[in-house]
Nanobody, 125 residues
Framework: QVQLVESGGGLVQPGGSLTLSCSAS????????MAWYRQVPGKQRDVVAH????????TYVVPVRGRFNISRDNEKNTLYLQMNSLNPEDTAIYYC??????????????????WGQGTQVTVSS
């Protein structure tokens, strides 16, 4: 069965760094584009960054561009998010999942809910 387990969150001061990890199992991780999403209470879950299946191309939303770096290790079935120069607006629960296009075009993912528990990132002094 599909499992996505996020880790690495925590409390960090503004300007600090964190690296998130996502361990994936139960599906063909190396063949799918993947993404990191984040959600704050009362708001929708938004994509932060996504990466192609081979890791050769990544895309970032404007607020994190130049500060975050998404990467993957297909041999370890693991997705990463290196976050630098964190600010309070980055405070959220972070989730990994397939990228937005796969999420809506792949029948298995479109018809299922495989979200993990996420990992809390809090940026505060």
């Amino acid at each position: 069965q599909v499992q996505l387990v996020e880790s690495g969150g925590g409390l960090v001061q503004p300007g600090g760094s964190l690296t998130l990890s996502c361990s994936a199992s139960g599906f063909g991780f190396s063949g799918l584009g993947m993404a990191w999403y984040r959600q704050v209470p009362g708001k929708q879950r938004d994509v932060v960054a996504h990466i192609t299946a081979d890791g050769g191309h990544s895309t970032y939303v404007v607020p994190v561009r130049g500060r975050f770096n998404i990467s993957r290790d297909n041999e370890k079935n693991t997705l990463y998010l290196q976050m630098n120069s964190l600010n309070p607006e980055d405070t959220a629960i972070y989730y990994c999942y397939v990228d937005p296009v796969t999420r809506w075009t792949n029948q298995q993912w479109r018809e299922s809910n495989f979200w993990g528990q996420g990992t809390q990132v809090t940026v505060s002094s």
